[in-house]
């Protein structure tokens, strides 16, 4: 063991951390501005720290802390304790443990050992994933079982079809893809997505796979219990569905592992489609090699983009009264704002002049993979959000038919034709 | 009477794919979201306790408040007559003798219990001299404890008529 590895470890592990459980809150925010937004209101902006609001982002640690120091009360009409206490349990810990492979860089070169950038550091990713992501479906059936009331029953009921009709869509699509990359380590696969077709086009999943992508979306909403296929919840005819006897931190869990579901699943979609932590045109060999000009660029854009972002914040963070603590907040996100960049700018300048040696630049090559995943990973939550405040619900016979009668043929036909082709062109 | 034929939709194979429709639904969406991004200030959400809303029209009731007559003095005459009409049984008036010779009574109290009040506007339509009147905009009242909704005949004095009213 020696430091190099236990270090990566360590920042692996503290990443996959910061990617379900810190964005939990973010994603929190995120949709409910975004719903606001979408809606013509304001959303929830009021909650601050001394000031500090963040766009309202501050709300999501008070609900938090609510929801925590809830009073944890189960009806006494639930019989079968343990599964009730499980269930949540099961959906939490399946979304969590499937953010556990997810690559978040290139593999890191440091001093010729190749270090994988994925939290547990195994190669049968997409099996691991394709394993606990089918498990979180159980939590909900066991949960709308083990309530012991009507609502909850059909909620349990509904989250057992839905399971049915999407499950095999989304193996076959995901078929597809593997015929196509030949491998089920997503650090392959996202290898692979940095190639260009023709010298010109980035080689990504949706553009090689469009078929394959759309379906895999598709049953990425369900499985992750997302309108317009969140008919086991289905609040407005269910009541709360499969977690209607739930409350406080039992529901929390609920809550917190729909979001992680979210997240994974939209990671997934990212490393499996959307490139993962590639940067369009700029491959991690690209990146290695005119790592200057990166910079460069870096240093020349970030100022620019923050310029218009603090006018941003200038004029839309306003307080109406103008003697409220809430007002400086602007004055302090600028200042923030301005020592990043002073930051940014001055180390990077350093790094240009005295240069940063072969392991400096696999590392900063592997920071900007890290930032691209983030930035990639936000905006697939963003389109979750979007499409939940666009669609409305479909019914699970619905679901089914289109599923089965739908999508299936679709599938198969993909995948068939994907043989095909790989056969014939012998690639 | 001709028959009137109506026009089946969703038989097309666009609208069978669903994706050109769920596409349009979501520029709709988005265009709400960015513009309102750009510029949150044009967004109509009253934050309501900086900003107090402006539609309250003259005949809004709100809480009651006691006229004047021209030299300052209550109008009321304590005739019981708004007490007896109120369907809440929240006005509690105690008479004394009238000692500057204007009329005959006047409230020794007059007290209203805002908890217990409706705000039907009956003991403005029962009062036969406009002594008790609800213009004051005032729909807002937040107090400690029980007893302090029971507002008294100072307190009512001193509400003003809402702007805009006579």
């Known amino acids: 063991m020696n430091t190099t590895l236990v270090s990566i470890v360590i920042f692996n592990i503290v990443m996959a951390l910061v990617v379900s459980l810190v964005f939990v809150p973010v994603l929190v925010w995120m949709e409910r501005r975004v719903a606001g937004f979408i809606q013509d209101r304001l959303g929830p902006n009021r909650c601050h720290i001394g000031g500090v ?7 999501s640690f008070a609900d938090m802390l609510k929801l925590v120091f809830k009073e944890d009360y189960r009806p006494s009409s639930v019989k079968e304790k343990l599964l009730f206490t499980l269930s949540p349990v099961i959906v939490f810990v399946s979304a969590y443990l499937s953010f556990m492979v997810i690559p978040f860089a290139d593999d890191l ?16 990713g997409l099996l691991w994933i394709l394993a606990f992501s089918g498990l979180g479906v159980y939590g909900l059936m066991l949960g709308g079982w083990a309530s012991n009331n009507k609502y909850s029953l059909l909620g349990g009921i509904r989250a057992a079809a839905q399971a049915i009709s999407y499950e095999a869509v989304m193996g076959l699509s995901l078929i597809s893809m593997l015929i196509v990359y030949g491998s089920i380590h997503l650090g392959d696969m996202v290898r692979f997505q940095g190639e260009l077709i023709w010298g010109f086009i980035p080689a990504w999943g949706i553009i090689i796979q469009p078929v394959a992508a759309i379906l895999f979306i598709i049953t990425a909403f369900a499985e992750t219990n ?9 609040e407005s005819e269910l009541v709360g569905g499969f977690h209607t006897e739930y409350s406080a931190m039992r529901f929390g869990l609920f809550f917190v592992g729909e979001y992680i579901a979210m ?7 990212v490393t499996l489609f959307l490139g993962g932590y590639q940067i369009p045109w700029l491959n991690t060999e690209v990146l290695q090699e005119h790592i200057n000009i990166i910079f460069i660029a870096i240093v020349i854009f970030t100022p620019i983009v923050s310029y218009i972002f603090a006018q941003w914040i200038r004029k839309n963070n306003v307080w109406l009264d103008p003697n409220d603590v809430r007002n400086k907040e602007t004055k302090w996100l600028i200042i923030g704002l301005v020592c990043i960049n002073i930051l940014i700018v001055a180390s990077l300048g350093l790094f240009l002049i005295y240069g940063i040696g072969e392991n400096g630049t696999n590392i900063s090559v592997v920071i900007l993979q890290v930032m691209t995943f983030i930035v990639k990973l936000l905006m697939m939550n963003f389109f979750f959000i979007w499409v939940r405040w666009t669609l409305v619900r479909f019914r699970y016979d619905q679901l089914q038919n289109l599923a089965w009668k739908v999508l299936l043929p679709i599938a198969i036909a993909n995948v068939f034709i994907t043989g095909v082709f790989v056969v014939v062109l012998g690639v | 009477m001709g028959i009137k034929i109506v026009p089946r939709y969703g038989n097309s194979l666009k609208e069978k794919l669903y994706l050109p429709a769920i596409v349009g639904g979501m520029k709709v ?3 709400h979201f960015f513009t309102n991004l750009k510029d949150t200030t044009k967004i109509e959400t009253l934050c309501y306790p900086e ?11 709100g809480v009651h408040r006691l006229t004047k007559r021209e030299d300052d003095t209550i109008k009321c005459v304590a005739c019981f007559m708004c007490s007896t009409a109120c369907p809440a049984d929240c006005i509690f008036i105690e008479a004394i003798e009238r000692e500057d010779g204007a009329t005959e009574k006047m409230p020794k109290k007059f007290s209203i219990d805002l908890l217990e009040c409706v705000f039907c506007g009956g003991c403005v339509e029962a009062c036969p001299c406009d002594a008790i009147r609800m213009d004051t905009g005032i729909f807002s009242f937040v107090k400690k404890k029980r007893e302090d909704f029971v507002i008294d005949k100072d307190t009512l004095l001193s509400h003003k008529p809402m702007k805009g009213v006579e």
């Open chain 1, 263 to 269: 997240g994974a699943a939209s990671s997934l979609i």
């Open chain 1, 109 to 124: 070169v440091i001093d010729d050992k190749s270090y994988m950038m994925q939290a547990l550091p195994i190669e049968f």
């Open chain 2, 29 to 31: 969406t988005f265009s």
């Open chain 1, 53 to 59: 609001r963040l766009g309202g982002l501050v709300q």
């Open chain 1, 226 to 234: 997302r309108a317009p296929f969140d008919i086991a919840e289905g």
């Open chain 2, 51 to 61: 900003q107090l809303p402006k539609d309250i029209t003259p005949r809004y009731r």
